[in-house]
Antibody, heavy 120, light 111 residues
Framework: QVQLQESGPGLVKPSETLSLTCTVSGGSVYSDNNKYWAWIRQPPGKGLEWIGYIHHTGSTRYNPSLKSRVAISIDTSKNQFSLKLSSVTAADTAVFFC???????????WGKGTTVTVSS | QSVLTQPPSVSGAPGQRVTISCTGNSSNIGASYNVHWYQQFPGTAPKLLIYGNNNRPSGVPDRFSGSKSGTSASLAISGLQADDEADYYCQSFDISLHVRAFGGGTKLTVL
């Protein structure tokens, strides 16, 4: 079955850009037109926030609250997709999950998550 | 502030039945978008528990069930067990915000 694994720096300085990559195993990022590849975050002790998704065709959709700072890209040759979040502040400190999002609007596969702390 | 509203906590004794509510509005649940539920244990990723209002993925016990009516939905857990103690999140799609919208989460305590 499909598995997802996040990777990237655990510490980012304020005003810099957070960059994370998700590696997909057990399946292909372009095997199903009805699936999207997305990012969700969870601040410490708080709830879940959907960041955005990318389709293997390259089309994207972002949360309007983050749209000006977010970019999600995909590398089908490496079976990976990535997140960039610019101009980070302490409020961006969270566990970031890469997930498989579905055209019928729910998440059926989750990565284990990676903690990113924004601090100088 | 979350788009969908859940009670912060619920509790029940082993063997009992508990329900967790999820309230939305006319832009999400009330707009006929389905409701989905996730279970999250401390320090781990959420897991899909219910999709499409009342469907269980393979491996989820039938003690877990979902329902939806109007602008609200509920998750019911019957025959409560100690290892059901976790955080539960509802989720739907919000057409005005164009986001997968989550509830704030409900912490279930098994007494």
């Amino acid at each position: 079955q499909v598995q997802l694994q996040e990777s990237g720096p655990g510490l980012v300085k304020p005003s810099e850009t957070l960059s994370l990559t998700c590696t997909v195993s057990g399946g292909s990022v372009y095997s199903d037109n009805n699936k999207y590849w997305a990012w969700i975050r969870q601040p410490p002790g708080k709830g879940l926030e959907w960041i955005g998704y990318i389709h293997h065709t390259g089309s994207t959709r972002y949360n309007p609250s983050l749209k000006s700072r977010v970019a999600i890209s995909i590398d089908t040759s490496k079976n990976q997709f990535s997140l960039k979040l610019s101009s980070v502040t302490a409020a961006d400190t969270a566990v970031f999950f890469c997930v498989r999002d579905r055209v019928d609007y729910f998440i059926d596969v989750w990565g284990k998550g990676t903690t990113v702390t924004v601090s100088s | 502030q979350s788009v969908l509203t859940q009670p912060p906590s619920v509790s029940g004794a082993p063997g009992q039945r508990v329900t967790i509510s999820c309230t939305g509005n006319s832009s999400n649940i009330g707009a006929s978008y389905n409701v989905h539920w996730y279970q999250q244990f401390p320090g781990t990723a959420p897991k899909l528990l219910i999709y499409g209002n009342n469907n269980r993925p393979s491996g989820v016990p039938d003690r877990f069930s979902g329902s939806k009516s109007g602008t609200s939905a509920s998750l019911a857990i019957s025959g409560l067990q100690a290892d059901d103690e976790a955080d539960y999140y509802c989720q739907s799609f919000d057409i005005s915000l164009h986001v997968r919208a989550f509830g704030g989460g409900t912490k279930l305590t098994v007494l």
